[in-house]
Each structure stands twice: as structure tokens, then as C-alpha cells.
Antibody, heavy 124, light 107 residues
Framework: QVQLQQSGPGLVKPSLTLSLTCAIS??????????WSWIRQSPSRGLEWLGR?????????DYAVSVKSRITIKPDTSKNQFSLQLNSVTPEDTAVYYC??????????????WGQGTLVTVSS | DIQMTQSPSSLSASVGDRVTITCRAS??????LNWYQQKPGKAPQLLIY???SLQSGVPSRFSGSGSGTDFTLTISSLQPEDFATYYC?????????FGQGTKVEIK
């Protein structure tokens, strides 16, 4: 059974960096049959996919255009986890942030496992 | 980006009712359509993938259909634990996009 455990601060000051980590159990961040994503949810934007990291002989990243200039998603193979960094945050980045696994084994790529969610508030 | 539009935005129904939610994609996505259920304070949970394949452990009263641009989620007999918000999501192309959600409330 795959489990994703999120950690990170719930309050970030404007202009600073939001940092969250997602620890994986029951699978590997280096799996060839999965990708590892970050998704956020807010009343104004709904569910918004932010980006993913995955391994196919080498590491790849793929980001949403809306945050591409500010986002980094990085795997940490030594700890079997991946992280989200979002720079220069504003109050519009206030949301519940989720990590999620993309299952590639069927070819249809649903988000089949999710972290518990972290409410991140951007405020001074 | 592919836009996903759900209807209705909310509905009221009684236990035992048959409920249908629709999702329309702004362009053809073949069968790359997934459905999720979300309860308050919880992460979304995968119900159906590939438009009509039931995720392991999901009750058989949930079913999905459609291909191309038009899709349907049906709950054959609504149970008390089914009152929640439902989202469709396309996995055809990047960026992955979600519908705005359909809230199923108790009548």
C-alpha cells in the first residue's frame, strides 16, 4: 500500500519561499511506472496541477505555465521523497497543497494516491 | 490547456436515488478521463480511471462512461457516505486539468 506523508510549514510570509516535502512509503521515487506531482486547491482556482517529477533513465520535470518561473520539484532518492519549492509567494498562493502519485502502469495516468494535504497561508 | 466543465455544480438527492454527473472536455481526450470523490477536509480519492474502469476497492454502484469530449459519472443508488464533491480530471495532455466540481448534497 502506497502512502504519502506531507510535511512543511503552514504559514509563509509574502515574497518568501514555500517549501513542502512528501515522503513516500510502499513505492520508490525512482520508479519507472510512476510520476510524483504537486497539486493545490483553493476556492478561487479549484484543483490546480502544479508540476511533476519522474525518472525514465534520467530525471525529468514538467511544470504548469502559471508557476513555471517560480517552482522547483526535486526528488530525494536517499530519503525516498520529493519536494516542492515555490518562490516569491503572494497571498494568491494560499491554498491546500497536495502531493500525489501518477500511476503509469495502466497507461491512463490517474492520480491514485494522495498526501493528506497541507494548508499553506501566505500572510505577514 | 484543456478545459473541463462539469454539470451541475451542485445537486440535492435522497438516499437510494440514481445520480448522474456530466463532464465535458474542450477537445477530444479519448478515454483519458478520471473521476474523484472528495469529502470535507480530505484529499480527493480516485473512483474511476480511463473513463469507465473502477478503481480497486470502489463500490460497484459507481460507474463511468463516455469518450471523446463527453463523459458521465453515475451513482446507481446513493448511499449516505456518497454525499461529497466529485471532480473529473483529464490525463490526456499536460497540464493536467480538473473540472470545477459537483457537490452532492442531502435532499
Amino acid at each position: 500500500q502506497v502512502q504519502l506523508q506531507q510535511s512543511g510549514p503552514g504559514l509563509v510570509k509574502p515574497s518568501l519561499t514555500l517549501s513542502l516535502t512528501c515522503a513516500i512509503s510502499g513505492d520508490s521515487v525512482s520508479s519507472n511506472s510512476a510520476a510524483w506531482s504537486w497539486i493545490r486547491q483553493s476556492p478561487s482556482r479549484g484543483l490546480e496541477w502544479l508540476g511533476r517529477t519522474y525518472y525514465k533513465s534520467k530525471w525529468y520535470n514538467d511544470y504548469a505555465v502559471s508557476v513555471k518561473s517560480r517552482i522547483t520539484i526535486k526528488p530525494d532518492t536517499s530519503k525516498n521523497q520529493f519536494s516542492l519549492q515555490l518562490n516569491s509567494v503572494t497571498p494568491e498562493d494560499t491554498a491546500v497543497y497536495y502531493c500525489a502519485r501518477v500511476d503509469w502502469s495502466s497507461g491512463w495516468q490517474p492520480f491514485d494516491y494522495w498526501g493528506q494535504g497541507t494548508l499553506v497561508t501566505v500572510s505577514s | 490547456d484543456i478545459q473541463m466543465t462539469q454539470s451541475p455544480s451542485s445537486l440535492s438527492a435522497s438516499v437510494g436515488d440514481r445520480v448522474t454527473i456530466t463532464c465535458r472536455a474542450s477537445q477530444s481526450i479519448s478515454s483519458y478521463l478520471n473521476w474523484y470523490q472528495q469529502k470535507p477536509g480530505k484529499a480527493p480519492q480516485l473512483l474511476i480511471y480511463a473513463a469507465s474502469s473502477l478503481q480497486s476497492g470502489v463500490p460497484s454502484r459507481f460507474s463511468g462512461s463516455g469518450s471523446g469530449t463527453d463523459f458521465t459519472l453515475t451513482i446507481s443508488s446513493l448511499q449516505p457516505e456518497d454525499f461529497a464533491t466529485y471532480y473529473c480530471q483529464q490525463s490526456y495532455s499536460s497540464p493536467r486539468t480538473f473540472g470545477q466540481g459537483t457537490k452532492v448534497e442531502i435532499k
